[in-house]
């Protein structure tokens, strides 16, 4: 929709590069965007951005502080009064808030004083941390969605955790009615450079797994290690590359993996996309067991490059296949993931063929048009 005054309010824009690329797609359909990100620090201002052009402008504001963990109240109103320092809302501005509680709060709050209208993205934290946890929470949750013109989830898998387990019955009708399901997109250079199909693995006595991203407790890395260590009791050969290396629990991960190093290898983050290409095309399966993921880019690209991939059930892309190009695991069971592992190996050829085929649709043209027929709706 040319020349629609776009207001994004992202907490975590400096962290997440899928934002940049969302934003990048919507300059290119010539809307106008004020980015606003607050955040605890400095540090990560530049951390994605690209600079200001005629029609994207970007205001980061360091007003989150430790205490505000305890105090929500007090944090919403520091942002909402920062965000009124920063941006002149317009008669015709859309909002989209790209979390439920830590952006939607303003963005009521935006409501209520200007008449903005808004959308709202869920994600994990706002469904595993505050609605689980921030019980006192929920009350603002549902007045959330319920005053935002849309509600867009990132997976099916959280739309229906979050319908089933939070919102009440009389609501779920109204809610569900303007409830989309819109996934994240893949770097267009994965799209750009796909891979041929895979005949077989790399080796008929050998399978290659790799993960790719931070070393988080989150992402559970130390079940594949587990996984690793039970294959190879039944004599298959194991080779694993983890690719990455910063993240809260890097140091028991190298602790882990030098105990096994004739088959765990350990390399730091790749941001060159040529020389992770490498990394994807040297492995067989791509292992990303989460205990929460709201999407995972790293699957796709795994995709991409015709490697079938492994997720938790739940999570991430469960749900966006109809023909899955992997297996969906317990990410508390060794013997899930070990099992998952020898079912890739007999059925390879099959699913790196499905890998190629179900990624191309991960296009960010295709969630440009998806946002955009929101948008509009939106704003009529």
Same mark, same amino acid.
């Given at each position: 929709m040319s020349g629609l005054h776009l207001i994004h309010i992202c907490p975590d824009f400096g962290n997440q590069r899928v934002y940049r690329n969302l934003v990048r797609q919507l300059e290119s359909m010539d809307y106008v965007q004020d980015i606003f990100v607050p955040g605890k620090t400095s540090e990560v201002y530049g951390k994605n951005f690209d600079w200001p052009t005629s029609s994207t402008s970007y205001h980061f504001s360091p007003v989150v502080r430790p205490i505000h963990k305890i105090f929500f109240a007090w944090k919403m109103r520091q942002i909402f009064q920062a965000f009124v320092k920063s941006i002149e809302p317009q008669p015709a501005s859309l909002v989209h808030a790209h979390y439920l509680f830590s952006a939607g709060r303003a963005a009521l709050d935006l409501k209520r004083k200007f008449g903005l209208a808004y959308v709202v993205s869920v994600r994990h934290t706002d469904i595993n941390f505050f609605f689980r946890f921030k019980p006192h929470l929920r009350g603002l949750g549902l007045k959330i969605l319920e005053q935002a013109e849309a509600i867009i989830f990132i997976s099916p898998a959280y739309k229906e955790k979050l319908f089933d387990r939070y919102i009440p019955l009389k609501s779920r009708a109204a809610l569900l009615s303007k409830t989309l399901v819109i996934p994240n997109a893949v770097d267009d250079y994965w799209l750009d450079h796909l891979s041929k199909p895979r005949g077989s693995l790399h080796g008929p006595e050998e399978i290659r797994l790799l993960y790719v991203g931070e070393f988080s407790r989150n992402k559970n890395l130390e079940l594949i290690l587990r996984a690793g260590d039970f294959l190879r009791s039944l004599g298959k050969s194991i080779k694993l590359q983890l690719v990455g290396n910063y993240g809260d629990d890097c140091k028991k991960i190298s602790t882990l993996a030098a105990a096994r190093n004739d088959w765990v290898q350990i390399i730091d983050r790749v941001s060159d996309p040529k020389v992770l290409k490498g990394h994807y095309l040297n492995a067989d399966i791509f292992v990303m067991p989460s205990f929460h993921e709201t999407f995972g880019i790293s699957y796709l690209e795994a995709l991409t490059q015709g490697l079938p991939i492994i997720y938790s059930s739940g999570q991430g892309v469960d749900g966006h296949f109809q023909i899955s190009p992997g297996r969906a695991i317990?990410?508390? /069971?060794?013997? /899930?993931?070990?099992?998952? %592992?020898?079912? %890739?190996? #007999?059925?390879?050829?099959?699913?790196?063929?499905?890998? %190629?085929?179900?990624?191309?649709?991960? /296009?960010?043209?295709?969630?440009?048009?998806?946002?955009? #027929? %929101?948008?509009? /709706?939106?704003?009529?």
């Open positions: 317990d990410p508390r /069971s060794v013997a /899930s993931l070990a099992e998952a %592992i020898l079912e %890739i190996e #007999k059925d390879f050829t099959r699913l790196s063929q499905l890998a %190629i085929e179900s990624v191309q649709r991960f /296009s960010w043209d295709k969630v440009g048009k998806d946002l955009e #027929k %929101i948008y509009i /709706s939106a704003l009529t």
